[in-house]
Structures are given as structure tokens and as C-alpha cells.
């Protein structure tokens, strides 16, 4: 990937998690566009709208962030563990999604059911599993265990700062924005590459048709030597 098309990649997924900021906010926080709205205040509202997509922005950097220094991980697993990475990735996720419930519910000293704590759980490990086959579907088979584990873990790991807030506004407004940028991020760069590479399927596709142009064209001279 050249600089001109990785800073494309940068400000792309940047402008998608604003809007994706911006857009959660319409849900989540209703209430304060509610007051700015009735009676109308221009001023006001225009200033919440930049607020929080300066906060989908700052997400996003979050996200942008760990999508790179999973790359670097990942390459550190492999030369470290070498063929047990893909285990250590497993297990890695399994104990992520553990803790997604457990240590949640004993900081709030089981105010909230358990319940919401095991079903945001296994929301994530969801998403995670539908990305991973898109991204395994299409590259190949061995991208389906990285690409889990950057979509629960990595994703977790961003969104901790999150889950210490105060209040679940922001907390949500954040794991959307991550799970966004994050799903654009890994599904963007094969392409990207893809394009870029000339042993790529396309590339493959239009040597395979020049190769029959090319036997054809052969075929028919031969043809018409024969003939004289």
C-alpha cells in the first residue's frame, strides 16, 4: 500500500466514525437534541452535533490505533508462537468474552443482571464470528481465527476506557463507533491490496483470458499453415 492510498484509508475510515458518532448520538442521547429542539436553538444544537462528532472522531483514532497495532501483534504472534498462534488466539477470545461478563458484573456489585452482561457478550462474539467469515470467505480459511480475534479482543481492549465512564451514553456511542471503523478497516485493506497486487483474483482472471486469447490466436495460425 502506497502513502497516497493509506492516508485515503485513514481519513475514509476517520469520516465514517464521525458520522457513525454522530448518527448513535440521534439515539442515545435524544433527550439533549430534544431540549435544543423544543423550543429551537441553531446555536446550541450546532455546537452538540460538532461535540459529538469530535467525540466519534476520537473513537475512531482509538480504533485506527489498535487496527494497527494489531497488525504488529500479530506478526509478533506468529514469529513468537509460530503455529500455535492461531490456539493462542482462541483462547485469547475465549477469555475476553469471560471477562466481558465477569468482571463488568462484580464492579457494579451485581446491580445489573448478569443477563445483559452474557448477551453483550455473546453480541460481540456474534459479530465478531459473521466479520470473520466475510473475511475468510473472501481471502482464505487461515484469516478466520485473526480476524475473530481482532473483532472481540482488539475491539475489547479499545473500548475499556469506554466502559469506565460513567453513565452507558458514551459507552455505547464508543463500541458502535469501534465495531464500525473496525469491521471497515478489516474488510477494506484485502481489497485495497487486492488491487493494488498483480497476482490478485482480478489480475489472475484477465491473465487467465489473455493466455486463452493467445492459444486461440495460435491455434488459428496453425490452422492456416496447414491450409498452405
Not at 506468529?78 to 469471560?98: C, D, E, K, M, T
Not at 485493506?189 to 492459444?215: A, C, F, M, V, Y
Request: proline share 3%; charged share 20%.
Amino acid at each position: 500500500m502506497n502513502t497516497r492510498k493509506l492516508v485515503n484509508f485513514f481519513f475514509k475510515t476517520l469520516m465514517l466514525g464521525g458520522l457513525t458518532g454522530l448518527i448513535t448520538s440521534f439515539f442515545v442521547k435524544a433527550d439533549e437534541y430534544q431540549m435544543f429542539l423544543s423550543p429551537f436553538d441553531a446555536f446550541e444544537l450546532l455546537g452538540l452535533v460538532v461535540v459529538l462528532t469530535g467525540v466519534g472522531l476520537v473513537f475512531t483514532v482509538v480504533s485506527q490505533t489498535g487496527f494497527f497495532a494489531y497488525l504488529f501483534l500479530n506478526r509478533l504472534g506468529l514469529g513468537v508462537f509460530r503455529s500455535y498462534w492461531p490456539l493462542v488466539q482462541v483462547l485469547l477470545v475465549a477469555f475476553v468474552v469471560f471477562d466481558l461478563v465477569y468482571f463488568p458484573y462484580q464492579a457494579t456489585k451485581g446491580e445489573v443482571s448478569v443477563f445483559w452482561y452474557i448477551l453483550m457478550s455473546a453480541a460481540i462474539l456474534a459479530y465478531g464470528l459473521i466479520i470473520a467469515k466475510i473475511k475468510a470467505n473472501e481471502t482464505n480459511k487461515s484469516a478466520f481465527i485473526p480476524a475473530l480475534f481482532f473483532m472481540v479482543v482488539i475491539t475489547t481492549i479499545e473500548w475499556i476506557p469506554g466502559m469506565r465512564t460513567e453513565g452507558y451514553d458514551y459507552t455505547i456511542i464508543m463500541i458502535v463507533v469501534l465495531l464500525v471503523c473496525n469491521t471497515y478497516q478489516l474488510l477494506a485493506l484485502h481489497r485495497i491490496n487486492q488491487k493494488e497486487d498483480p497476482k490478485s483474483k482480478h489480475s489472475k482472471g484477465r491473465e487467465r483470458d489473455l493466455e486463452s486469447t493467445r492459444r486461440i490466436k495460435a491455434a488459428a495460425e496453425k490452422g492456416s499453415k496447414k491450409k498452405k
